[in-house]
């Protein structure tokens, strides 16, 4: 496909690797922030061909994993309601809150349905009248224009029986808490680079300036991945701190100025809950006074019991890049993917989840003499 | 969940657009960027395009790419 294919050149995959091997580094920590990049570095292979002094964190940047229990337990609330369709991604379905999970009580009749887009939840809105149509709108700058859209766009056509349970989040002051947080050393972010389409490089520019950290906004592919990195070596090396943009085919300095528009049109900022981390300033979006009728917290009485965590898992730890799933006791034994006990083993994009396919089943099927996902720059294909 | 994919966009009526996703035809959002023409690529996220694709730019970096690729004699 264009536009893909180009950038996992085998060769150029090779001359990046090269580059970067034959940069003099002290150990580094470079944290990715973005759970789809932490896909394409193992999906490619990339932790294999980085000398062993460059080590790549995975961070907070999986939004079903971030999202706290007691956002869960509330749309498990909503769904139970039966004048309510509840929509949402697939990925959410799974995740296990306090007591249950969206699956579980869709099981027991609960009617619950998940739309690759929130466009068709809004058709389901139009086609049910009757009832009520909640989306649990979960993602990052990425997808939350995306629900802002569709609430201007219920309104264009004066459809009111389509609700908002907004859990979404905001990147930036998620990096600033890690940073304030001290309890992992840092030395270079990978940006994601589909949240930068949006806000642009310049919610970014407080870690170079405030914490003397380089940033560099990266591409998804192995390429993308491979430059960012060499650019974000170079950076360290020349003690110039600063945000580049890698992924320059789709990241402007000033993102989407009409996403941002509809974003400030709907929703306000708030503080907000994060599975690990805590409550982080102004890291949440909440639906702005205006729209205040079709947020679910307010036309709904929700009622749900005190959230709790499940005992021994390590969620919190592993989206703060302070342990790795294999310092989880849980990891690969009462936790899998068919057996998920915390959101990052149930997200095929949490760190747990990840390690699992790429690291536990690569290593299972070397030992059966099959072929290893977790050995090769898969990647780098011609 | 923030994957998104460049895809070509074959027709565009108001706001709505057929674009090319892997040799078949979808339909996609285009109200957050209106100013796209028939030709264009476009980043697609949940059935939004999100963001023009800067061909030049990315000519500019496959250019990039190559030049490396050809250093290592292959």
Request: glycine content about 8%; hydrophobic content about 40%.
């Amino acid at each position: 496909m264009r536009f893909i294919d180009e950038f996992r050149n085998s060769a150029a995959g090779r001359g990046l690797a090269l580059r970067i091997q034959e940069k003099k580094v002290r150990p580094t920590n470079l944290m990715e922030v973005c759970g789809t990049h932490t896909v394409a570095i193992f999906k490619h292979g990339i932790r294999q061909i980085l000398p062993e002094k460059i080590n790549l964190l995975s961070g907070p940047g999986c939004p079903v994993c971030v999202t706290p229990n007691a956002d869960i337990d509330k749309a498990i609330a909503l769904a139970k309601n039966a004048q309510v369709i509840l929509t949402t991604f697939g990925d959410m379905m799974k995740v296990p809150g306090s007591y249950s999970s969206l699956s579980q009580v869709k099981a027991v009749g609960a009617d619950i349905r998940v739309v690759y887009s929130i466009l068709d939840a809004l058709k389901i809105a139009e086609n049910n009248s009757r009832k009520s149509v909640v989306f649990l709108g979960v993602g990052f700058e990425t997808t939350s224009p995306t629900t802002a859209s569709a609430i201007l766009e219920a309104e264009r056509l004066g459809i009111d029986n389509f609700f908002f349970l907004s859990v979404h989040k905001l990147i930036p002051p998620a990096m600033r808490a890690l940073l304030d947080s001290d309890e992992v050393h840092i030395d270079g972010f990978i940006c994601p680079g589909h949240v930068s389409t949006i806000i642009g490089s310049q919610p970014y520019e407080f870690i170079p300036r405030e914490y003397g950290i380089p940033c560099v906004i990266a591409g998804f592919e192995p390429l993308d991945i491979l430059q960012a990195i060499d650019m974000l070596l170079e950076q360290i090396s020349a003690e110039e701190p600063r945000v580049d943009i890698q992924y320059r085919r789709a990241v402007r300095k000033e993102g989407n100025p009409i996403a941002l528009k509809y974003l400030s049109t709907v929703f306000d900022v708030t503080d907000a809950r994060w599975r690990g981390i805590g409550i982080i300033p102004k890291s949440g979006l909440k639906l702005g006074q205006r729209y205040e009728r079709v947020d679910a917290d307010c036309a709904f009485k929700i009622v749900t019991r005190p959230p709790k965590e499940a005992a021994g898992c390590c969620c919190g730890d592993i989206l703060r890049g302070v342990s790795t799933p294999h310092e989880c006791g849980l990891f690969a034994k009462a936790c899998t993917p068919e057996h998920p006990v915390g959101p990052c083993m149930v997200s095929t994009e949490g760190t747990c989840s990840v390690w699992y396919l790429y690291e536990e089943e690569g290593e299972a099927l070397s030992q059966t003499g099959e072929p290893q996902a977790n050995n090769k720059p898969v990647t780098l294909k011609e | 969940m923030c994957l998104a994919v460049p895809v070509r966009v074959l027709q565009i009526d108001s706001l709505e657009a057929l674009v090319e996703v892997g040799g078949l035809a979808r339909q996609a959002s285009i109200m957050l960027v209106p100013d796209v023409q028939v030709g264009d690529y476009v980043l697609l996220h949940a059935g939004f395009a999100i963001q023009k694709l800067d061909e030049k730019e990315a000519e500019e970096t496959i250019r990039l790419f190559e030049e490396i690729a050809e250093g290592m004699g292959d």
